[in-house]
């Protein structure tokens, strides 16, 4: 009887604790500007949880520091773009050849690397800002609104975006990407694609993953799942954009590569090099990892689709989630090329939107931010190394310890 009582006290201090939250967070976000004011809040806690490895970058800088080889080569890059110097030096430049926009920008900004650092961060802000006025545009609700950011801003797919500090630009790629997701204007949605598209070749394959939102969006606001439907969207309005970016990259692409880089070849290429010995043990907890949370949402829009017999989009949403995974075994890091996977959860939201009830998607999106809020912020690199952005207070820790020569920390 005593055991029972107090499970019934938990459950009531349980249930009004989660029914005071959302009138705690809409009381929070009355102000004028309140989407900023979201946005500036989920960034200062993600640093906060995963603090980037700035000491890294500030070692690079340093005369006899060690230095962080894809700004070098994006240096080389910047000085003669179609005939780099030092190619072969290291395994991972034959990988970058094809990735103009950051020596592009190393040569706009005057070889600042350290604007090139700070562009991205304005564009990481920008990449959740985005995100959150879509959200509260597609539910009207700025509980939804704040519950998805803190658990996206949480993720591998924006903490990352900080952490980036090594040259790779995928956070540039990122906001490229969602910029053409979330536009209606053709030109708009080609420019975004070639700049992603040129900044890293995961962004490629990323285009077919808009293609299956604007699918899904056409389908829920027409009402028609038919595959007649579903292949028209594939063909037409924003997914031409996306077809024509292809064409045109690629054609640039062959060009180059036939007249500047006959010889080249990628030495990983058609390697699963996830399943090999020396980098197995990683790609369990990437799969992972990468969506933390969002998985739940994932898992939810499938579901859905499932019990609502709209088996053709589902069908289409499955093989393109296959696609993620089966692209990233090829490569090292693989939570890299998991993250180019984003769309996906955008479009478990629009499948929320349009077949769930504000109250369930609440609830879905309250355990969704609790899970990516508490997860630690770990990837895998390759090698079976898995690295963790320790917190703030951690880090304090360790640049305490340096200096005191505790020697806690290796």
């Known amino acids: 009887m005593i055991v029972f009582l107090g499970l019934h006290t938990l459950d009531m201090v349980l249930e009004n604790f989660y029914e005071t939250i959302p009138v705690k ?22 640093l906060f949880l995963s603090f980037p490895p700035y000491t890294l970058l500030i070692d690079h800088f340093r005369e006899n520091g060690i230095k962080l080889d894809a700004w070098v080569f994006i240096e080389n ?20 050849i094809f990735r103009w926009t950051l020596p592009l920008l190393f040569r706009a900004t005057g070889q600042h690397l350290l604007l090139i650092i700070v562009l991205q961060v304005v564009l990481a802000i920008g990449f ?4 959150a006025r879509y959200i509260f545009d597609l539910f009207q609700d ?77 389908c829920f606001q027409s009402g028609d799942f038919t595959l007649k439907s579903i292949l028209k969207s594939g063909i037409s309005g924003n997914s031409r954009a996306v077809l024509v970016a292809w064409a045109i990259y690629f054609s640039i692409r062959y060009y180059v590569k036939t007249r500047y880089f006959p010889e080249h070849t ?40 499932l019990i609502l017999k709209r088996y053709w989009l589902l069908a289409l949403l499955f093989a393109g989630f296959s696609v ?24 478990s939201m629009l499948i929320l939107r349009y077949s769930a009830t ?13 899970i990516c809020v508490i997860h630690p912020q770990v990837f895998y690199m390759g090698y079976n190394k898995i690295l963790w952005l320790e917190p703030l207070p ?3 820790l360790m640049q305490l310890d340096r200096m005191m020569e505790w020697k806690m920390f290796d």
């Open 324 to 347: 993620l995974l089966t692209t990233g075994i090829f490569v090292h890091d693989i939570d890299r090329a998991l993250a180019y996977g984003f769309p996906f959860v955008l479009i």
């Open 266 to 305: 990628y030495s990983t290429l058609g390697t699963p090099v996830l399943f090999a010995d020396a980098h197995r043990n990683g790609l369990g907890s990437s799969i992972w990892s990468t969506m933390e949370g969002t998985w739940i949402l994932l898992l939810a829009g499938g579901f859905i689709l």
């Open 394 to 396: 951690v880090k304090f």
């Open 142 to 218: 700025k509980v939804v609104t704040a519950y998805f950011i803190l658990a996206l801003s949480n993720i591998f797919v924006s903490v990352w975006s900080f952490a980036d500090i090594h040259g790779y630009g995928d956070g540039i790629a990122f906001f490229l990407l969602l910029l053409a997701l979330l536009s209606f204007h053709p030109l708009v949605i080609f420019i975004a694609l070639q700049a992603a598209f040129f900044t890293d070749e995961r962004a490629v394959v990323a285009g077919g993953y808009l293609i299956l939102f604007y699918i899904a969006r056409n």
């Open 358 to 370: 504000l109250d369930t998607v609440r609830l879905l999106l309250f355990f969704t931010m609790i």
């Open 77 to 96: 890059q910047a000085e003669d773009l179609l005939h780099p110097r030092d190619m072969d030096a290291d395994i991972r430049r034959e990988n970058m």
């Open 128 to 131: 959740l800002y985005m995100l």
């Open 25 to 46: 967070t809409e009381l929070w976000l009355a102000s004028k500007g309140w989407l900023m004011k979201l946005t500036i809040f989920a960034v200062m806690l993600s």
